[in-house]
């Protein structure tokens, strides 16, 4: 089979099942699969596929049929221009994230600020932070083992020296810690009730549902920060636009003030 009959046949096997990027997503999977770039394959519609090459492709088409996410697929997404890797256990990480990671580096944070990746997951928040900022320490914080397994494995293929830390938010961080810290803090903020893409049905829902209202582990967290003696100076949050009202007022409560709002995307200080 050659590459161009290939590639008609996915296309039409993904868009029978509503896949909007059937296209795209064959093209990624034909990439990783041949080791060659789409403008190569475009140019060269003829080149033959080996039995093994079709075997494969197959397989992973036949997943994405039932709407799984490609980068659980691939094993692989980018993140902030760098590849991380992902598996079912992490939630894959979003573009709006990296807004969080454009705020932080607008703070000019001291090299003594610690910054604490709550809920880390794949580490692609902590791990980018490193790299972004080399000169501050960096914790990765996360209630699940598979988890920090996963984000172990990135901070070494990226060689990011980060602490990785199994926690319940920051309730296993010392004082020295968290004092003068900033938090980043991309928790489950989907409110229970809200219908998530097929796609999304795919992650692990521990990583996305936050509650009625979304808010649920943000109020936990905010809990955990009245009982230490040194408070984080910043919080950095991503939560859905229509919860930041409400996340703002929580915050208020607690001694923080909303400084920037940009998408998803919260900036508290300490006041």
Same mark, same amino acid.
């Given at each position: 089979?050659?590459? #161009?009959?290939?590639?008609?046949? %996915?296309?039409? @096997?993904?868009?029978?099942?509503?896949?909007?990027? !059937?296209?795209?997503?064959?093209?990624?999977?034909? +990439?990783?699969?041949?080791?060659?770039?789409?403008?190569?394959?475009?140019?060269? &519609?003829?080149?033959?596929?080996?039995?093994?090459? *079709?075997?494969?492709?197959?397989? @992973?088409?036949?997943?994405?049929? *039932?709407? =799984?996410?490609?980068?659980?697929?691939?094993?692989?997404?980018?993140?902030?221009?760098?590849?991380? *890797?992902?598996?079912?256990?992490?939630?894959?990480? $979003?573009?709006?994230?990296?807004?969080?990671?454009?705020?932080?580096?607008?703070?000019?944070? &001291?090299?003594? !600020?610690?910054?604490?990746?709550?809920?880390?997951?794949?580490?692609?928040?902590?791990?980018?932070?490193?790299? +972004?900022?080399?000169?501050?320490?960096?914790?990765?914080?996360?209630?699940?083992?598979?988890?920090?397994?996963?984000? #172990?494995?990135? !901070?070494?293929?990226?060689? =990011?020296?980060?602490?990785?830390?199994?926690?319940?938010?920051? /309730?296993?961080?010392?004082? #020295?810690?968290? %004092?003068? %810290?900033?938090?980043?803090?991309?928790?489950?903020?989907?409110?229970?009730?809200? @219908?998530?893409?097929? =796609?999304?049905?795919?992650? &692990?829902?521990?990583?996305?549902?936050?509650?009625?209202?979304?808010?649920?582990?943000?109020?936990?967290?905010? $809990?955990?920060?009245?009982?230490?003696? !040194?408070?984080?100076?910043?919080?950095?949050? +991503?939560?859905? &636009?229509?919860?930041? +009202?409400?996340? *703002?007022?929580?915050?208020?409560?607690? /001694?923080?003030? #909303?400084?920037?709002?940009?998408?998803?995307? @919260?900036?508290?200080?300490?006041?």
């Amino acid at each position: 089979m050659t590459v #161009q009959d290939w590639l008609a046949i %996915s296309m039409v @096997q993904l868009s029978e099942v509503g896949i909007s990027t !059937a296209r795209l997503d064959s093209l990624v999977l034909l +990439e990783d699969c041949l080791g060659k770039n789409r403008a190569h394959l475009l140019a060269h &519609p003829e080149i033959e596929l080996t039995v093994e090459q *079709t075997a494969l492709l197959a397989e @992973q088409i036949s997943r994405r049929a *039932t709407h =799984a996410p490609l980068a659980y697929i691939r094993g692989k997404t980018e993140f902030y221009s760098r590849e991380f *890797t992902v598996n079912e256990n992490v939630l894959e990480p $979003r573009p709006e994230s990296e807004t969080m990671i454009d705020a932080l580096k607008t703070l000019r944070l &001291p090299a003594s !600020a610690t910054i604490i990746d709550v809920g880390t997951g794949s580490g692609a928040l902590a791990i980018t932070a490193k790299l +972004e900022l080399p000169q501050n320490h960096v914790i990765g914080v996360d209630i699940d083992p598979d988890c920090l397994k996963v984000a #172990q494995d990135n !901070a070494q293929n990226l060689h =990011a020296d980060i602490k990785l830390m199994l926690s319940d938010l920051i /309730g296993s961080l010392t004082v #020295q810690e968290t %004092s003068g %810290s900033v938090l980043l803090c991309n928790l489950p903020y989907v409110p229970d009730s809200f @219908q998530i893409n097929t =796609a999304a049905l795919h992650e &692990p829902k521990l990583a996305i549902f936050g509650g009625p209202d979304g808010l649920d582990l943000f109020r936990k967290l905010f $809990r955990h920060i009245d009982g230490v003696s !040194a408070k984080p100076t910043y919080i950095l949050s +991503e939560a859905m &636009p229509t919860s930041h +009202e409400t996340l *703002t007022a929580i915050a208020r409560k607690h /001694g923080y003030t #909303q400084i920037k709002s940009e998408d998803f995307i @919260q900036v508290f200080a300490f006041s």
